[in-house]
Protein backbone atom coordinates (compact mmCIF):
# COMPACT_ATOMS: atom_id res chain seq x y z
CA UNK A 1 0.00 0.00 0.00
CA UNK A 2 1.08 3.32 -0.98
CA UNK A 3 2.61 5.74 1.71
CA UNK A 4 -0.24 8.90 2.99
CA UNK A 5 0.96 12.40 1.24
CA UNK A 6 0.42 15.34 3.04
CA UNK A 7 -0.80 18.64 2.83
CA UNK A 8 0.93 21.25 4.83
CA UNK A 9 -0.75 24.28 5.35
CA UNK A 10 0.55 27.70 6.83
CA UNK A 11 -2.32 29.40 8.75
CA UNK A 12 -2.17 33.39 8.76
CA UNK A 13 -2.26 34.28 4.80
CA UNK A 14 -2.76 31.24 3.59
CA UNK A 15 -6.27 29.94 5.13
CA UNK A 16 -7.21 33.71 6.53
CA UNK A 17 -5.93 37.08 5.86
CA UNK A 18 -3.01 38.36 8.30
CA UNK A 19 -3.43 41.98 9.52
CA UNK A 20 -0.52 44.14 8.38
CA UNK A 21 -0.51 46.28 11.44
CA UNK A 22 0.30 44.16 14.27
CA UNK A 23 0.35 40.40 12.08
CA UNK A 24 -2.05 39.02 15.03
CA UNK A 25 -5.60 37.82 14.44
CA UNK A 26 -6.50 38.02 17.89
CA UNK A 27 -10.20 39.00 17.30
CA UNK A 28 -13.42 38.34 15.58
CA UNK A 29 -13.23 41.44 13.95
CA UNK A 30 -9.86 40.34 12.67
CA UNK A 31 -11.27 37.22 10.67
CA UNK A 32 -11.14 37.14 7.61
CA UNK A 33 -10.39 34.10 4.92
CA UNK A 34 -8.64 34.25 1.62
CA UNK A 35 -11.34 34.13 -0.93
CA UNK A 36 -12.16 30.72 -2.37
CA UNK A 37 -10.21 28.99 0.62
CA UNK A 38 -12.94 26.69 1.32
CA UNK A 39 -14.32 25.78 -2.45
CA UNK A 40 -11.09 24.84 -3.50
CA UNK A 41 -9.56 23.13 -0.58
CA UNK A 42 -12.20 20.85 -0.46
CA UNK A 43 -11.95 20.47 -4.56
CA UNK A 44 -9.01 19.23 -4.05
CA UNK A 45 -8.77 17.06 -1.07
CA UNK A 46 -11.87 15.48 -2.89
CA UNK A 47 -9.98 15.32 -6.22
CA UNK A 48 -6.43 14.11 -4.77
CA UNK A 49 -5.75 11.73 -1.24
CA UNK A 50 -3.45 14.32 1.48
CA UNK A 51 -3.50 14.25 4.97
CA UNK A 52 -4.05 18.16 6.03
CA UNK A 53 -1.54 19.78 8.41
CA UNK A 54 -1.57 23.20 9.52
CA UNK A 55 1.45 24.55 10.71
CA UNK A 56 1.79 28.15 12.12
CA UNK A 57 4.51 30.48 13.47
CA UNK A 58 2.41 32.82 16.41
CA UNK A 59 4.98 35.17 17.57
CA UNK A 60 4.90 35.53 21.43
CA UNK A 61 1.44 33.76 21.81
CA UNK A 62 0.58 33.61 25.42
CA UNK A 63 3.03 36.48 26.38
CA UNK A 64 1.56 39.58 27.10
CA UNK A 65 1.53 41.08 23.48
CA UNK A 66 -0.39 38.38 22.65
CA UNK A 67 -2.16 37.20 25.10
CA UNK A 68 -4.08 32.86 24.31
CA UNK A 69 -7.53 34.07 25.59
CA UNK A 70 -7.59 36.69 22.45
CA UNK A 71 -5.71 33.76 20.34
CA UNK A 72 -8.43 30.90 20.88
CA UNK A 73 -11.67 32.48 19.73
CA UNK A 74 -11.13 33.07 16.33
CA UNK A 75 -8.75 30.41 15.81
CA UNK A 76 -11.62 28.17 16.75
CA UNK A 77 -14.22 29.69 14.71
CA UNK A 78 -12.04 29.10 11.98
CA UNK A 79 -11.54 25.70 12.78
CA UNK A 80 -15.49 25.28 13.12
CA UNK A 81 -15.89 26.58 9.54
CA UNK A 82 -13.22 23.99 8.18
CA UNK A 83 -15.12 21.46 10.17
CA UNK A 84 -18.64 22.08 8.97
CA UNK A 85 -17.50 22.06 5.44
CA UNK A 86 -15.85 19.23 5.81
CA UNK A 87 -12.53 20.07 6.05
CA UNK A 88 -10.33 17.99 8.84
CA UNK A 89 -7.05 18.86 9.69
CA UNK A 90 -5.02 15.72 11.29
CA UNK A 91 -2.68 17.78 13.34
CA UNK A 92 -2.37 21.49 13.96
CA UNK A 93 0.91 22.31 15.07
CA UNK A 94 1.08 26.16 16.87
CA UNK A 95 5.15 27.67 17.61
CA UNK A 96 4.88 30.44 20.11
CA UNK A 97 8.41 31.59 20.05
CA UNK A 98 9.99 34.71 18.46
CA UNK A 99 12.59 34.53 15.22
CA UNK A 100 15.21 35.72 17.43
CA UNK A 101 15.14 32.59 19.33
CA UNK A 102 15.89 30.54 16.66
CA UNK A 103 13.75 27.64 18.07
CA UNK A 104 13.84 24.25 16.01
CA UNK A 105 10.37 23.92 16.68
CA UNK A 106 9.66 27.68 14.31
CA UNK A 107 9.40 27.28 10.68
CA UNK A 108 11.18 26.38 8.95
CA UNK A 109 12.32 23.94 11.66
CA UNK A 110 10.57 20.74 11.31
CA UNK A 111 10.61 20.13 15.22
CA UNK A 112 7.01 19.77 15.65
CA UNK A 113 6.75 17.57 12.51
CA UNK A 114 8.70 14.56 14.04
CA UNK A 115 5.50 12.16 13.59
CA UNK A 116 5.58 13.00 9.78
CA UNK A 117 9.27 12.31 9.09
CA UNK A 118 9.24 8.35 10.06
CA UNK A 119 9.25 7.18 6.87
CA UNK A 120 5.66 6.55 7.04
CA UNK A 121 5.01 9.31 4.94
CA UNK A 122 5.52 10.25 1.36
CA UNK A 123 7.24 13.41 1.60
CA UNK A 124 9.01 13.34 -1.93
CA UNK A 125 5.11 13.80 -3.28
CA UNK A 126 3.81 15.87 0.04
CA UNK A 127 3.57 19.42 -0.38
CA UNK A 128 3.71 23.30 2.42
CA UNK A 129 1.19 25.84 1.28
CA UNK A 130 2.45 29.10 2.43
CA UNK A 131 2.81 32.50 1.85
CA UNK A 132 6.67 33.32 3.21
CA UNK A 133 9.37 31.88 1.28
CA UNK A 134 10.35 30.50 5.25
CA UNK A 135 7.14 28.00 4.25
CA UNK A 136 8.74 27.31 1.13
CA UNK A 137 12.33 26.27 2.67
CA UNK A 138 10.43 24.30 5.35
CA UNK A 139 9.23 22.28 2.54
CA UNK A 140 12.89 21.82 1.40
CA UNK A 141 13.79 20.68 4.94
CA UNK A 142 11.19 18.10 4.83
CA UNK A 143 12.19 16.91 1.30
CA UNK A 144 8.84 17.83 0.17
CA UNK A 145 7.87 20.61 -2.24
CA UNK A 146 6.67 24.20 -2.09
CA UNK A 147 4.17 26.38 -2.96
CA UNK A 148 3.81 30.33 -2.59
CA UNK A 149 0.13 32.01 -2.79
CA UNK A 150 -0.34 35.67 -2.55
CA UNK A 151 2.94 37.93 -2.10
CA UNK A 152 5.08 39.17 -5.10
CA UNK A 153 8.74 38.91 -4.40
CA UNK A 154 8.98 42.51 -4.41
CA UNK A 155 6.51 42.18 -0.83
CA UNK A 156 8.51 39.62 0.94
CA UNK A 157 10.40 41.06 4.46
CA UNK A 158 11.97 37.48 4.77
CA UNK A 159 15.58 36.73 3.93
CA UNK A 160 15.02 33.30 2.00
CA UNK A 161 16.84 33.26 -1.20
CA UNK A 162 13.91 31.96 -3.54
CA UNK A 163 16.35 31.69 -6.20
CA UNK A 164 17.90 28.93 -4.06
CA UNK A 165 15.02 27.49 -3.12
CA UNK A 166 13.97 26.80 -6.81
CA UNK A 167 14.02 23.26 -7.04
CA UNK A 168 11.51 22.97 -3.94
CA UNK A 169 9.20 26.15 -5.30
CA UNK A 170 6.60 24.59 -7.73
CA UNK A 171 4.06 26.96 -7.74
CA UNK A 172 3.88 30.74 -7.12
CA UNK A 173 0.11 31.80 -7.52
CA UNK A 174 -1.91 35.03 -6.26
CA UNK A 175 -4.88 32.54 -5.06
CA UNK A 176 -6.18 29.74 -3.98
CA UNK A 177 -7.68 29.06 -7.58
CA UNK A 178 -4.35 29.09 -9.52
CA UNK A 179 -3.65 26.01 -6.45
CA UNK A 180 -6.53 24.42 -7.53
CA UNK A 181 -6.02 24.60 -11.19
CA UNK A 182 -2.06 23.45 -10.66
CA UNK A 183 -3.37 20.03 -9.17
CA UNK A 184 -5.63 19.81 -11.95
CA UNK A 185 -3.39 19.80 -14.61
CA UNK A 186 -0.48 17.68 -12.51
CA UNK A 187 -2.80 14.87 -11.52
CA UNK A 188 -4.43 13.50 -14.74
CA UNK A 189 -6.20 10.68 -14.98
CA UNK A 190 -4.05 8.88 -17.48
CA UNK A 191 -1.73 6.30 -18.07
CA UNK A 192 0.90 4.92 -20.40
CA UNK A 193 1.52 0.49 -20.66
CA UNK A 194 3.94 -0.99 -22.23
CA UNK A 195 3.70 -4.79 -22.84
CA UNK A 196 6.27 -6.95 -24.79
CA UNK A 197 6.16 -10.36 -25.52
CA UNK A 198 7.72 -12.69 -27.68
CA UNK A 199 4.30 -12.75 -29.33
CA UNK A 200 3.35 -9.20 -29.90
CA UNK A 201 4.64 -5.46 -28.51
CA UNK A 202 1.88 -3.23 -27.64
CA UNK A 203 1.59 0.31 -26.36
CA UNK A 204 -1.09 1.99 -24.66
CA UNK A 205 -2.04 5.74 -23.72
CA UNK A 206 -5.46 6.51 -21.65
CA UNK A 207 -6.42 9.51 -20.98
CA UNK A 208 -9.54 9.46 -18.24
CA UNK A 209 -10.59 13.00 -18.53
CA UNK A 210 -10.73 13.36 -22.84
CA UNK A 211 -12.82 13.94 -25.71
CA UNK A 212 -13.31 10.34 -27.14
CA UNK A 213 -10.53 10.45 -29.14
CA UNK A 214 -9.06 7.28 -30.82
CA UNK A 215 -5.70 6.60 -32.65
CA UNK A 216 -6.46 2.18 -32.25
CA UNK A 217 -3.52 0.42 -34.72
CA UNK A 218 -4.04 -3.31 -33.88
CA UNK A 219 -3.65 -4.43 -37.47
CA UNK A 220 -6.94 -6.12 -37.00
CA UNK A 221 -10.14 -3.86 -38.82
CA UNK A 222 -13.03 -4.72 -36.88
CA UNK A 223 -11.11 -4.70 -33.46
CA UNK A 224 -9.45 -0.73 -34.34
CA UNK A 225 -13.44 -0.27 -35.41
CA UNK A 226 -14.83 -1.68 -31.52
CA UNK A 227 -11.75 0.13 -29.50
CA UNK A 228 -12.95 3.16 -31.75
CA UNK A 229 -16.54 3.13 -29.98
CA UNK A 230 -14.96 2.55 -26.35
CA UNK A 231 -12.59 5.55 -27.19
CA UNK A 232 -15.49 7.75 -28.53
CA UNK A 233 -18.57 6.26 -26.44
CA UNK A 234 -16.52 6.50 -23.25
CA UNK A 235 -14.71 10.05 -23.70
CA UNK A 236 -11.82 8.46 -23.02
CA UNK A 237 -8.34 9.31 -25.17
CA UNK A 238 -7.25 5.85 -26.66
CA UNK A 239 -3.59 4.94 -28.35
CA UNK A 240 -3.89 1.26 -28.59
CA UNK A 241 -0.76 0.63 -30.88
CA UNK A 242 0.01 -3.34 -31.61
CA UNK A 243 2.39 -5.28 -33.27
CA UNK A 244 1.36 -8.90 -33.23
CA UNK A 245 1.70 -12.27 -34.43
CA UNK A 246 -1.31 -11.79 -37.08
CA UNK A 247 0.34 -14.52 -39.79
CA UNK A 248 -1.20 -17.23 -37.13
CA UNK A 249 -4.69 -15.41 -36.22
CA UNK A 250 -5.63 -12.39 -34.28
CA UNK A 251 -5.66 -14.29 -30.17
CA UNK A 252 -2.57 -12.63 -29.16
CA UNK A 253 -3.34 -9.53 -30.29
CA UNK A 254 -6.74 -9.33 -28.71
CA UNK A 255 -5.86 -10.83 -25.38
CA UNK A 256 -2.59 -9.12 -24.93
CA UNK A 257 -4.59 -5.37 -25.69
CA UNK A 258 -7.20 -6.15 -23.42
CA UNK A 259 -4.58 -6.82 -20.55
CA UNK A 260 -2.44 -3.62 -21.63
CA UNK A 261 -5.86 -1.80 -21.73
CA UNK A 262 -7.18 -3.50 -18.07
CA UNK A 263 -3.56 -2.19 -16.78
CA UNK A 264 -4.02 1.31 -18.24
CA UNK A 265 -7.23 1.58 -16.96
CA UNK A 266 -6.22 0.57 -12.99
CA UNK A 267 -2.99 2.61 -13.48
CA UNK A 268 -5.43 5.69 -14.07
CA UNK A 269 -8.07 5.21 -11.73
CA UNK A 270 -5.24 4.95 -9.18
CA UNK A 271 -6.88 5.12 -5.61
CA UNK A 272 -10.50 5.42 -7.13
CA UNK A 273 -10.96 8.37 -4.72
CA UNK A 274 -14.31 10.15 -5.67
CA UNK A 275 -15.08 8.45 -8.55
CA UNK A 276 -19.25 6.67 -8.67
CA UNK A 277 -17.21 3.54 -9.00
CA UNK A 278 -20.48 1.53 -9.94
CA UNK A 279 -22.20 1.60 -13.90
CA UNK A 280 -24.10 0.21 -16.22
CA UNK A 281 -26.03 0.21 -19.65
CA UNK A 282 -28.25 -0.82 -21.62
CA UNK A 283 -28.08 0.11 -25.31
CA UNK A 284 -30.20 -0.74 -28.64
CA UNK A 285 -28.26 -1.29 -31.74
CA UNK A 286 -31.34 -1.71 -34.48
CA UNK A 287 -32.25 -5.07 -33.02
CA UNK A 288 -29.54 -6.22 -30.91
CA UNK A 289 -29.51 -4.94 -27.35
CA UNK A 290 -26.61 -5.73 -24.70
CA UNK A 291 -26.84 -4.95 -20.88
CA UNK A 292 -23.65 -3.87 -19.23
CA UNK A 293 -22.89 -3.65 -15.63
CA UNK A 294 -19.54 -3.08 -14.11
CA UNK A 295 -18.15 -2.04 -10.46
CA UNK A 296 -13.79 -0.88 -10.52
CA UNK A 297 -14.42 -3.16 -6.72
CA UNK A 298 -10.79 -4.39 -6.90
CA UNK A 299 -11.85 -8.10 -7.66
CA UNK A 300 -12.13 -9.17 -10.68
CA UNK A 301 -15.02 -11.26 -12.04
CA UNK A 302 -16.64 -12.16 -15.60
CA UNK A 303 -20.39 -12.98 -16.07
CA UNK A 304 -20.91 -13.57 -19.99
CA UNK A 305 -24.17 -14.57 -21.77
CA UNK A 306 -24.14 -13.39 -25.12
CA UNK A 307 -25.21 -15.90 -27.77
CA UNK A 308 -23.38 -14.92 -31.14
CA UNK A 309 -24.38 -17.47 -33.77
CA UNK A 310 -21.85 -16.48 -36.20
CA UNK A 311 -17.62 -17.71 -36.46
CA UNK A 312 -16.19 -14.34 -37.37
CA UNK A 313 -16.81 -10.87 -38.09
CA UNK A 314 -14.23 -9.21 -40.30
CA UNK A 315 -10.87 -11.50 -39.04
CA UNK A 316 -12.33 -10.56 -35.24
CA UNK A 317 -13.03 -14.21 -34.34
CA UNK A 318 -16.24 -14.00 -32.31
CA UNK A 319 -14.98 -16.13 -29.40
CA UNK A 320 -12.60 -13.69 -28.49
CA UNK A 321 -15.22 -11.48 -27.16
CA UNK A 322 -15.16 -13.07 -24.02
CA UNK A 323 -12.03 -13.16 -23.57
CA UNK A 324 -11.43 -9.80 -24.29
CA UNK A 325 -13.93 -8.84 -21.79
CA UNK A 326 -11.89 -11.49 -19.19
CA UNK A 327 -8.61 -10.29 -19.99
CA UNK A 328 -10.15 -6.81 -19.66
CA UNK A 329 -11.60 -7.39 -16.42
CA UNK A 330 -8.95 -9.30 -15.05
CA UNK A 331 -6.18 -6.83 -15.78
CA UNK A 332 -8.30 -3.82 -14.38
CA UNK A 333 -9.71 -5.28 -11.22
CA UNK A 334 -13.37 -5.00 -12.48
CA UNK A 335 -16.06 -6.75 -12.26
CA UNK A 336 -18.09 -7.15 -15.45
CA UNK A 337 -21.60 -8.74 -15.91
CA UNK A 338 -22.49 -8.49 -19.90
CA UNK A 339 -25.70 -10.07 -21.29
CA UNK A 340 -26.92 -9.36 -25.68
CA UNK A 341 -29.48 -10.22 -27.69
CA UNK A 342 -29.98 -10.53 -31.50
CA UNK A 343 -29.46 -11.61 -34.94
CA UNK A 344 -26.71 -9.48 -36.28
CA UNK A 345 -23.57 -10.39 -34.52
CA UNK A 346 -22.08 -7.48 -36.12
CA UNK A 347 -24.64 -5.36 -33.97
CA UNK A 348 -24.55 -7.55 -30.94
CA UNK A 349 -20.95 -7.17 -30.37
CA UNK A 350 -20.65 -3.63 -31.30
CA UNK A 351 -23.91 -2.77 -29.14
CA UNK A 352 -20.98 -4.57 -25.99
CA UNK A 353 -18.90 -2.25 -26.89
CA UNK A 354 -20.63 0.63 -26.61
CA UNK A 355 -22.14 -0.51 -23.45
CA UNK A 356 -19.51 -1.33 -22.03
CA UNK A 357 -17.92 2.75 -22.84
CA UNK A 358 -21.26 3.58 -21.06
CA UNK A 359 -20.60 1.81 -18.71
CA UNK A 360 -16.78 3.02 -17.81
CA UNK A 361 -18.32 6.40 -18.41
CA UNK A 362 -20.73 6.24 -15.93
CA UNK A 363 -18.23 4.49 -13.19
CA UNK A 364 -15.25 6.84 -13.58
CA UNK A 365 -17.17 10.60 -13.14
CA UNK A 366 -16.68 11.95 -10.45
CA UNK A 367 -19.12 10.90 -7.68
CA UNK A 368 -21.07 14.39 -6.53
CA UNK A 369 -21.76 13.21 -2.73
CA UNK A 370 -19.51 10.95 -1.86
CA UNK A 371 -15.76 12.10 -1.82
CA UNK A 372 -13.75 9.88 -0.34
CA UNK A 373 -13.45 6.45 -1.38
CA UNK A 374 -16.54 4.70 -2.32
CA UNK A 375 -16.27 1.60 -0.43
CA UNK A 376 -17.20 1.05 3.50
CA UNK A 377 -13.38 -0.52 3.82
CA UNK A 378 -11.77 2.55 2.91
CA UNK A 379 -9.83 0.77 -0.12
CA UNK A 380 -10.83 -0.47 -3.36
Known amino acids: MSKPKVLFLDRDGTLIHEPPEDYQVDSLEK ?27 QDGLGTDIFPEETFWLPHNRMMALFEGEGIFFEDVYIDKTHKAEGAPTRKPGTALLGKYMTGEYDLENSIVVGDRPSDIQLAKNLGAKGILIGRSTDDMDDEWDLEALAGTLILQTEDWKGIADWFKTQDARSAEIFRNTKETKIQI ?29 SGMDMEVKVEGDLHIDPHHTIEDSAIALGQAMAKALGSKKGIQRYGFSMLPMDEAQAKVALDFSGRSYLVYNAPIQREKVGDFPVEMLEHFLYSFADASNCTLHVEATGSNAHHMIEAIFKGLAKAIRMAIAPDPVLRGIPSTKGVL
Open 31 to 57: LSYLPGVITYLKQILAEHSYKLVMITN
Open 205 to 233: NLHLDGSGKANNQTGEGFYDHMQDQLARH
